[in-house]
């Protein structure tokens, strides 16, 4: 190892972790009336009846709640040796540095990308436009802000409306007759995230932690088994996969895979099976065990009020553990989260890959 009273560091930390994490202030934060572990109700009123009849009897009011639990722990409990502190800027440093890597980097990464999955697996079917991922035009655009007006609640709503997109859907959105950069001709915009533009008249806001062509950010389930029967593939998954019938997908890992570059069209899906068309020998293929990915890149138009989050602390809990048995430190970050959405609260629109 070289001496570090001789050799000179950088001062300056490369950043490769940090997303530009601020999703957050586009939802609505529950943080101030529950904690890690509780759980907080938020309450609706159903439809209410209205009669065209004089002799209209009292009906009863159905109110029903959407629960939001904050029990999804995020924890880093990262090791650092007194020889790697001599590295690392000669120590004093050190901690600063791994500090802002873990806080404001991995950990909110982690947390927004949790939110992000909870919004895509928790939206349905009928919520999804363009599901070909076919180039994005101004009917898809126009259709999703159709299916979201047209819901009671949202009506008007322009300030609370906004485009959150991946950058490799953005690239195909930008060619939308009906994109416009106005006048904030890409600039970063006022809650933090990358303003690239509008949909008429709707924010246009950039995230990589959106579904795109990266794997490890791409809609993604495990499969514990799959067969074939007569060129029809099912795959048995966990529950809340998130996958609707007509999405393009590709698989990685199974003895007979779909291709990245020739993705297939999902034809069923059920809580725990999706079903795909699969030239192969029928029967269980040699292990099932594999993983099914969204062959598209996602944009999300989303109704702020009716996305909610909660943590434990606007910062996470912070610890430096010594470690005996390793001369040195441990960092420990600990944060509680909870997520919730009311069904509507996204519009989820494909785009080419």
């Known amino acids: 190892m070289a001496d570090a009273a001789r050799k000179a560091v950088q001062s300056a930390l490369l950043d490769t972790w940090s997303r530009g994490p601020a999703l957050l202030p586009l939802l609505t934060n529950l943080g101030p009336v529950v904690r890690g572990g509780d759980s907080v109700d ?6 209410l009846t209205v009669a065209t009849s004089e002799a209209q009897s009292v009906s009863a009011t159905s109110l029903s709640v959407y629960t939001l639990t904050v029990n999804r722990p995020k924890f880093i409990n990262q090791g650092l040796t007194m020889a790697q502190m001599a590295q690392l800027l ?8 791994q500090l ?3 806080s404001s980097g991995q950990l909110a990464n982690a947390i927004e990308r ?9 939206t349905g079917v009928a919520y999804h436009v363009n599901l070909a991922a076919d180039a994005v035009s101004d009917e898809d655009c126009n259709l999703a802000e159709a299916i979201m007006r047209e819901q ?3 009506a008007n709503s322009q300030g609370d409306l906004a485009w959150l997109v991946s950058p490799r859907a953005a690239a195909s959105i930008k060619n939308a007759a009906d994109f416009s950069y106005d006048s904030v001709s890409p600039q970063q915009g006022g809650l933090g995230l990358p303003l690239i533009g509008s949909i008429n008249g709707i924010p246009v806001y950039t995230h990589n932690a959106m579904p795109g062509s990266v794997d490890a950010l791409r809609q993604q389930v495990a499969t514990s088994a799959v067969t074939v029967s007569s060129n029809v593939a099912t795959a048995t998954v966990a ?5 609707v019938a007509g999405q393009q997908i590709f698989t990685s890992g199974l003895t007979t895979n779909v ?7 999902i034809s ?14 029928d029967g269980a293929l040699a292990d099932g065990v594999g993983t099914i990915f969204s062959a598209s890149s996602m944009a999300a138009l989303i109704y702020r009020p009716w996305l909610w989050y909660a943590m434990d602390g606007e910062i996470p809990f912070v610890e430096l553990v010594k470690r005996e048995a390793n001369a040195g430190y441990g960092l420990q970050l600990f944060q509680h989260l909870g997520r919730a959405m009311a069904t509507g609260a996204a519009v989820i629109m494909h785009a080419p890959d």
Do not use: K, M, Q, W
């Open 239 to 243: 529950a809340g996969h998130g996958f």
């Open 42 to 47: 938020v309450p609706y009123i159903g439809s």
């Open 152 to 154: 009671d609640g949202v």
């Open 100 to 102: 802002t890597a873990a």
């Open 268 to 281: 069923s899906v059920t809580a725990t099976t999706i079903v795909y068309p699969l030239t192969a020998a």
């Open 90 to 97: 000669n120590g004093n440093d050190a901690f600063t540095r």
């Open 259 to 265: 291709a990245v570059g020739s993705p297939v069209t």
């Open 114 to 122: 949790d939110i992000i999955e909870h919004v895509i697996t928790n």
